[in-house]
């Protein structure tokens, strides 16, 4: 194997154990028995692992800025078609170099103060923001939120970039459009100064005024309520004593009746033969 084979193959045993354990879990010894060459080996093409690690870094660094810089480099082309090709570009990548993307999202070794990817998203954020200033101009929407949606965007693809490399669930075309969908359909229906509906103190204030407003709504019909039970206790009330009067005047009534009665009857009793003579002799008389 010659030198530049031997660099090579080091290059991606590296590149995998990167990808699959993390820049701290590797060690030299590892990478050599890997490769099953000795640990001088390694020191002498990289000078040790952060030499290797750096160099797997900048290849996909390289490979991935190259991809979307073209993505987003054609001025001619509708805003949702770059959206569109930059979403496809990075899951092309990340469907093709499945472990260098690893390295780049994995955490970068503390002797990597710049945080590589970090600076690459950076980068495509700039870029970002100048496709962006021309959409938000169009849409008469203010422009120094710019630099925040840039940030959304790439944060978004990037993390959803990284949930697929794990789980492929949809094709890289179905995921893509799902990104767009969302990305380019929230967009076009921005509002010029949104507000929390919710979760704000503006909501919060508005909240305890309606839970106001339905408790004094409560109280009233409670009030009504108790109004409206008092005057029909007193209908029910007025309605007893006028029927206990009746009852008396109907008793009354009803003895005088009798009384009339029995007299009537002790008139028309027939009367006994010393009787009709003794009242004969009167009339006579």
């Known amino acids: 194997m010659t030198s530049y084979q031997r660099r090579e193959q080091l290059i991606e045993i590296g590149r995998s154990l990167f990808a699959a354990k993390g820049f701290e879990a590797v060690s030299v010894e ?156 929230g967009l076009s229906r921005m509002e010029a100064k949104p507000e929390l509906r919710y979760e704000s103190e503006k909501a919060a204030r508005e909240a305890e005024k309606q839970a106001a407003r339905e408790a004094k709504a409560i109280a009233k019909q409670e009030k009504q309520g108790k109004k409206a039970a008092k005057s029909q206790e007193k209908a029910v009330a007025a309605g007893d004593d006028a029927t206990d009067g009746t009852t008396v005047t109907d008793g009354s009534q009803a003895a005088d009746e009798s009384n009339e009665s029995d007299e009537t009857n002790e008139s028309q009793k027939p009367q006994s033969p010393h009787e009709s003579q003794k009242q004969s002799t009167i009339d006579e008389n």
């Open 30 to 185: 590892e990478i050599a028995s890997t490769a099953k060459v000795s640990k001088p080996i390694v020191y002498e093409h990289f000078g040790g692992k952060e030499g290797l690690y750096a160099v797997v870094v900048d290849r996909e660094m390289r490979a991935l800025t190259d991809v979307l810089i073209n993505a987003l480099s054609d001025p001619q082309a509708h805003p949702r078609q770059i959206v569109e090709r930059t979403a496809l570009a990075l899951l092309t990548y990340v469907e093709e170099n499945a472990e260098g993307f690893r390295v780049l999202t994995r955490d970068s070794p503390k002797t990597d103060p710049s945080n590589s990817f970090n600076s690459l998203l950076g980068d495509i954020a700039v870029r970002v923001e100048d496709i962006l200033t021309d959409a938000f101009k169009r849409q008469h929407l203010p422009a120094k939120s710019v630099p925040y949606y840039a940030q959304m965007l790439i944060g978004m693809t990037v993390y959803t970039c990284q949930y697929w490399a794990d789980q492929r669930k949809l094709s890289k075309e179905q995921l893509a459009a799902h990104i767009v969908n969302l990305a380019w359909y």
